[in-house]
């Protein structure tokens, strides 16, 4: 498979963004996740809880993370994930992942992450990626 | 504070018909997650384990969490020998490493807890993702 992925070269930096979370994806995450809490979808009980609409699940975030920049990258070279959540993701947000290649040590590239929705810092993380297979540079 | 034991086991497989679903649900696109004849699972994978066995919700509900408090604090995947791929089977369980009172900004008293999963492929027993999740409750001491 042909699968055009970009090189991990420190320094390298990055935007990608994502469309944005509708209600519908919110819902089709619960139900691939098996996680159920309504308060993701449920519009009065989000309200109730002192909302102003209902969030995207976290792990809904740190999945498109993943699959931005893994698939920029290249699926298979992952090697790790981290990510931290700082603010909730509303309906209809589209937020965009900002990452710099700040590091390769020992075939591990280590790209710093910063999730946002314009202004408004959402999520901070970081994803490992193998250079085993990058070309040698001796 | 020191965490009291909990373990919880977690075994899922690595399905086809689950992978596409989440590489639809997260807008992969073509390539690796949702095509070939062996897919790769997304990063976030292990999260349908609630689909297998201890669910998120029963973890809380077992170390004496109120779900309406808790906040998903942060999540961190490490993939030793490649990602996850279809086929593969894991097993491991999930524990408790720490619950700590930390105070928030506001003067809320706050309980840290986080959870580390450990899991191996079934065939190879070689260790296929370590996991840890932090969760944070908030009023609530630990």
Not at chain 1, 30 to 47: E, Q, R
Not at chain 2, 89 to 118: F, I, K
Request: glycine residues 10%; proline residues 6%.
């Amino acid at each position: 498979m042909n699968t055009k992925v970009s090189s991990p070269d420190v320094g390298r930096s990055f935007s990608l963004r994502t469309a944005p979370v509708e209600l519908e994806d919110i819902v089709r995450y619960a139900g691939a996740a098996g996680d159920f809490n309504p308060m993701h979808f449920d519009h009065d009980l989000a309200v109730a809880a002192g909302f102003p609409d209902n969030f995207a699940q976290g792990m809904l975030t740190a999945g498109l993370v993943g699959v931005l920049v893994g698939s920029e990258f290249g699926p298979e070279r992952v090697r790790g994930l981290g990510i931290r959540f700082k603010a909730p993701v509303w309906v209809g947000d589209a937020p965009t992942v900002a990452g710099e290649v700040v590091s390769i040590e020992d075939d591990l590239a280590r790209i710093e992450l910063t999730v946002a929705v314009e202004e408004r810092e959402v999520a901070q993380g970081w994803m490992t990626i193998d250079t085993s297979d990058e070309e040698e540079d001796e | 504070v020191s965490a009291p034991e909990h373990a919880w086991p977690v075994h899922f497989a690595v399905e086809r018909g689950k992978c596409r679903e989440l590489a639809d649900v997260l807008r992969a696109p073509d390539g690796p997650y949702r095509e070939g004849r062996r897919l790769t699972a997304v990063p976030t994978f292990p999260v349908v384990s609630n689909h297998w066995g201890f669910s998120g919700a029963d973890v809380l509900r077992d170390l004496g969490c109120d779900m309406k408090r808790v906040l998903h604090g942060g999540e961190e995947y490490e993939y030793p020998n490649g990602p996850l791929l279809e086929g593969q089977e894991v097993r491991g369980e999930q524990r408790l490493l720490s619950r700590e009172s930390r105070t928030g900004g506001d003067g809320t008293p706050l309980a840290v807890l986080v959870l580390e999963t450990v899991l191996t492929d079934a065939v190879t027993g070689d260790i296929a993702v370590r996991i840890r999740r932090t969760l944070i409750e908030r009023g609530a001491p630990a």
